[in-house]
C-alpha cells in the first residue's frame, strides 16, 4: 500500500518514518513497540527505539494504526487499513485474542477541539518525549506512595526496635522522593500546557506499584519481623528489576534517566533491608541459611 499521501497535518516527510511506516504495514496481527522495533532494526540498524516509539505515536494520531490492550502489560498495535473497528475477545490466562464476528459499534461524542474551541496540536518528536517523561513520572510516583504506604504499614507491625527503626527511615525516604518527584512533575507539565490530557503512551498493567500493594496485604496475615523484612527485600528487589528493565530501553532521555535514578534508588533499599534482615538473625542467635538467599534478593 502506498503510503505517501497519508501525512498527519503538520507532519515532515522522513525516511524513517516511512521506513517503519512500510514495514509496519506488512505486518499481521498485533505488534508491541518492541516487536516492531526488532523488524526494524533487522532491515535497518540505524533506526533507534525512541524514532519507533515516536512513529507508532504519530500513526496512532494519523489513523494509521490502533493501539489495544490484551492485558499483558504493554500495548500491541494494528494497522488501521486493513482492519475495520472490530472486538477482541482476550483470554484470561494467556492473553492471547481471537476476533469474533463481526460487529459494528457507533460511539458518539465531541471531540476536543469542539468541546473547547482549541486546535489540538499533534505529537512531535519534542513532545513525544515528554510523553515518556511524563508516563515514567506517574509510574515512580505511584510506586513511591505505594512504598510509603508499605513502610508506615511495616514499622507499626514491627516489635524489633531497629527494624522499625529500618522501616520509619525508609518511610521517611519514601515521602521525601515523593515530594520531589511531585516538584518534578509539576515543573515537566509547564512545558506543555496539553500535557497533562495526553494519551497515555507507555502502559504497564500492574507495574512496580503493584509489587508494593501485595507486599502491603501479605503485612495483613500475622507474620513476624523477619518474615516483614523478607518482604520489604522482595518488593525492592522486583521494583528495582522493573525500573531497570525498561530504562535500560530507552535511549537518552529524561523518561530513561527517571527509571534509572528509580532503579538505584531500589537498589539501595533493598541492600539496606538485606543488611538489617542479616543483623537481626543474628541478634535472634538464629543461623545464617538465609544468607545466600537474602544476597541473591540484591542481584
Known sequence: ???????LAGGKRSSKRDRILNIFSRQKGHLSADDLYDLVR???PVIGRATVYRTLQWMVTAGMARKVDFGEGRSRFEPSHRHPRHFHFVCNECHRSFVTSQIVVQVFGTCEECRTGNAVAPIDGATAELV???DALRMALATERSGLDFYTRAARR???PRGREVFRRLADEEQTHLQTLENRYRELLTQDPQLESRPKFLFFKAAAQGIFAEGSEKLQTG????????IGIKCERDSYRFFRRYGRRFEESEGK???MEFAAEERAHCQLLIRE???LRERLGLPRS???TAARSGN
Open 223 to 230: 507474620i513476624n519481623d523477619l518474615q516483614a523484612l523478607m
Open 158 to 160: 514491627t516489635t524489633d
Open 132 to 134: 515518556f517523561a511524563r
Open 290 to 292: 538465609g544468607k545466600r
Open 1 to 7: 500500500m502506498d503510503h505517501s499521501g497519508l501525512r
Open 277 to 279: 534482615y542479616r543483623a
Open 42 to 44: 533487522r532491515e535497518d
Open 257 to 259: 534517566q527517571v527509571f
